[in-house]
């Protein structure tokens, strides 16, 4: 059971300073989702969410606990196991609340990077890209600039570029927080249509609670403790 | 995919004016190294070209191009008996500033040995060589002169018969070739009323000698034309040069001729020394000092511009490294667009070069030794530059994109 899971945190703890400025900003955190599971991750402002999103994307990694991400240990205690920049590279996705995307590259530049950072040949990564672009419904618009794309079109091809290197989890901190409440609905779904058409696990932190019907399990997150509301 | 280029293209306007902007600054540099070679090629122009062995100028002097020099004109005969020596050509220099068609000229006069030496050696644009001892002259373009024009000097009226470009002495003035006697009739022309003031002095003077009381038609002999006065010398020449056959030995010729008191002997190649080592080398250290300067004020330039340029692509380069990029990929993206603006910088600077520099009132040569150094420079320049912006980019945490 476990080789199905495509994420699973357990313990994790995140202190920031020692001694009287010590700051601990997530404590006991643990998840665990499955290959083509999509959770939400829900709770106030400075509650821990974006701590512990950075913590399981290996960009901030915790001071303690252990992270497994598709049945490989990649963390056990405040000491790496792999290298956490090419583990990230090859195993995670990330959408962001703004697209984020490369201003000065196409949208199909956008994604077709990832793949070739990723060691892929650029006649790979570009066709790889465009097959992308067109499951998100974003061929006709793979040369446009991200200056050229709607906030909603940004975000497809965003998820994308997540999507790029097939990782076993993306990791979406409020994807939908600029959109309107359609597009964010849109966005959300297809996050859901990804998780179960690729068997990639998806976490979206999120405050909008109008898509919430869209995910297989929500977690809400208070004072750095990570508690399962609804499965 | 070349991540550089992209940038660049996204960004096109501005990388056009940065590069105009280095360009420019580059088109100093490389005229700044272009004077310093003209200044040189300028001084050791006729040194270069007029293909002597030997050069004997007036004791102790360092010869016509450093300073003033006065040697009798007989000297050539003097020169020939040395064994070795096969020919020997009088040679004149000097400066004359007139007034022509209402506008200043200022011309290096430089007298060739009429017939032996008539300007062959000279490359004409247009027209011909000197014809005749008297009265032609090959002009350099920069003069402004026309072919056929005729212009005076002192008494006489001399016509441009050749036009000749790239002819300009050390002080950067066009050079004017004459014959020597017309060259030395220029230089010690003096006005009718000085020459009759004169001839009366010398009257004078022989009246009140024992040889004026006793020989009384020596009195009217000497009020006669300077030239026909036996006792009074022929005006002096600037140099005498000498060619020597090919088995001579060039150190017993120059040992004969040092043994003479009157005359300081040197090579060719101690002439160009001298020429480079006095008069311009002043010049030299200045300019090449001020190249040093102006190069690493672009070297800082290019700096401060790259770090701006990455200072823009701060989220870029956090985005890239939480995809996963490595290091690499942003010191290629930062090195790339340093070598890039280097390079249209270094282009453009050559291209504008090629237009503004004819227009400058002395030569700026752009040798293909010193345009290969520039490159190099350039190149070293943009790495080293590229640094300040690697290093910032290199801080950058891939959280960053986060915010």
Do not use: C
Request: cysteine-free; hydrophobic content about 45%.
């Amino acid at each position: 059971m476990v080789d199905q899971l495509a994420i699973q945190a357990d313990g994790l703890k995140k202190v920031y300073g020692s001694g009287n400025t010590e700051v601990v900003a997530m404590e006991h955190a643990s998840m665990k989702v499955a290959r083509g599971e999509i959770v939400a991750l829900l709770g106030p402002s400075g509650s821990g969410k974006s701590t512990f999103l950075t913590a399981v994307g290996l960009i901030n990694p915790p001071s303690s606990g252990s992270i497994k991400i598709g049945g490989q240990v990649v963390l056990n205690g405040p000491k790496p196991i792999v290298d956490l920049k090419e583990f990230r590279r090859k195993h995670i996705g990330f959408v962001f609340q703004k697209a984020n995307l490369i201003p000065f590259l196409s949208a199909l530049e956008n994604v077709q990077i990832a793949l070739e950072i990723n060691g892929h040949s650029p006649k790979d990564s570009r066709s790889r890209a465009l097959e992308l672009l067109n499951e998100l419904g974003m061929a006709d618009r793979s040369s446009n600039l991200p200056s050229m794309l709607s906030g909603g079109q940004q975000q497809r091809v965003a998820i994308s570029r997540a999507l790029a290197n097939n990782p076993a989890v993306i990791l979406a901190d409020e994807p939908t927080a600029a959109l309107d409440s359609h597009l964010g609905r849109q966005v959300m779904e297809l996050f859901r249509d990804i998780a179960h058409k690729h068997g990639t696990g998806v976490i979206v932190v999120t405050h909008d609670q109008r898509a919430l019907d869209v995910f297989d399990a929500i977690y809400e997150m208070e004072d750095g403790i990570i508690k399962l509301s609804q499965q | 995919m070349n991540l550089a280029v992209k940038d660049i293209r996204h960004n096109l306007g501005r990388f056009i004016l940065t590069s105009v902007g280095i360009g420019m600054l580059l088109m100093v540099v490389m005229g700044m190294g272009g004077i310093y070679r003209g200044i040189i090629e300028d001084a050791t122009l006729l040194i270069d070209k007029m293909g002597g062995d030997i050069w004997i100028v007036q004791e102790n002097t360092r010869g016509p191009f450093a300073e003033l020099s006065r040697i009798p004109q007989n000297l050539t005969h003097r020169a020939l008996s040395v064994p070795g020596v096969t020919v020997a050509r009088s040679f004149v220099q000097h400066t004359v500033q007139r007034q022509h068609n209402g506008k200043r000229l200022r011309m290096t006069v430089v007298g060739l040995d009429w017939p032996m030496d008539k300007g062959q050696w000279v490359s004409l644009l247009s027209g011909r060589i000197l014809n005749q001892n008297h009265y032609e002259m090959i002009a350099d373009k920069s003069l402004g002169l026309d072919l056929g024009e005729k212009i005076k000097l002192g008494k006489n009226t001399y016509a441009v018969v050749g036009i000749t470009s790239s002819m300009i002495s050390s002080g950067g003035d066009g050079i004017g070739f004459f014959t020597v006697s017309d060259a030395i009739s220029i230089q010690f022309d003096s006005p009718g009323e000085a020459v009759r003031l004169e001839r009366a002095a010398r009257s004078a003077r022989v009246k009140k000698s024992d040889i004026g009381l006793k020989q009384p038609s020596l009195i009217e002999f000497s009020s006669q034309a300077s030239s026909l006065l036996p006792a009074l010398a022929s005006p002096q020449v600037s140099s005498v040069i000498l060619k020597l056959s090919p088995a001579a030995n060039i150190k017993q010729v120059m040992g004969i001729i040092e043994g003479w008191e009157d005359v300081s002997v040197y090579t060719s190649e101690d002439e160009r020394q001298l020429l480079l080592k006095g008069s311009v080398a002043k010049v030299r250290k200045q300019i090449g000092l001020f190249r040093i300067l102006l190069t690493i004020i672009s070297a800082i330039i290019m700096a401060l511009i790259l770090y701006t340029l990455t200072l823009d692509k701060l989220h870029s380069i956090a985005l890239l490294k939480l995809i996963g990029a490595s290091n690499w990929v942003t010191l290629k993206l930062i090195l790339q667009q340093a070598l890039i603006l280097g390079g249209t910088g270094y282009g453009i600077a050559y291209f504008l070069g090629q237009k503004i520099f004819p227009l400058f009132p002395r030569r700026v040569i752009l040798s293909a030794e010193d345009l290969i150094q520039l490159a190099i420079i350039v190149f070293i320049i943009s790495i080293l530059s590229s640094f300040l912006g690697i290093w910032r980019a290199l801080q950058v945490e891939p959280n960053e994109a986060l915010n």
